[in-house]
């Protein structure tokens, strides 16, 4: 996930999940789910680059009608017309500028689907293969899901690590005993190969 996305507003992200919604339900009947992200995702890819296609769709001084010429004029027949519908639904509704927004719901609510959640873990230093796949392990035995992780490394951090699952802080005394659940299951995983090992020779 990127920096943009995991600091936009959360009210503005849950009035785009209406659209989201919408646009994964219509996905969905046409099997199209993946292929409408990665399309929303190119956007976003668009947006980087080029800031002034981003201010196009929620600047003010365009008015309704103008937005719509560029949409069709830019966007139909290269994009999927369903995410083209939405984003006209959204221009006649006042809520073009959140197009950031619309990509974070739909990419939430299609790991929902999915049975997915994504995970941020801040770390002062960069976890290790094997503390990466301990911290996994114990995330998804408390979710019940699969984990997305993404890493993230702040130096001014003092130790520990802050975790977020999906749009949520987790807390601090969670994310603990999380990291302590990582390295006991891996010591347990150690004991019994070595058990193994040992009844083996």
Known sequence: MTEKLQKLDEQEVAIARVYALSLLQLASANHQQEPVLEELETM????????EF????????????????????????????????????????????????????????????????????TTAVPLTDATRARLL??????????????????????????????????????????WRVGVRLHERASEQLHTSEMMEA
């Open 54 to 121: 981003e201010r196009l769709f929620g600047e003010p001084a365009i008015d309704e009608e103008d937005r719509a010429s560029i949409l069709e004029r830019v966007l139909r027949g290269r994009a999927d017309d369903l995410l083209v519908n939405t984003l006209h639904v959204m221009n006649r509704k006042g809520r073009a500028g959140l197009v950031r927004h619309l990509v974070l719901a739909y990419r939430q609510e299609l790991e929902k689907l999915n049975n997915v959640i994504e995970a941020t873990a």
């Open 44 to 51: 976003l890819e668009h947006f980087d680059r080029q800031p």
């Open 137 to 178: 392990e114990a995330l998804e035995r408390f979710t019940g899901k699969k984990v997305l992780l993404d890493e993230t490394v702040d130096d001014g951090l003092i130790g520990g690590m802050i975790l977020r699952l999906g749009d949520r802080k987790i807390d601090s005394s969670i994310a603990r005993e999380l």
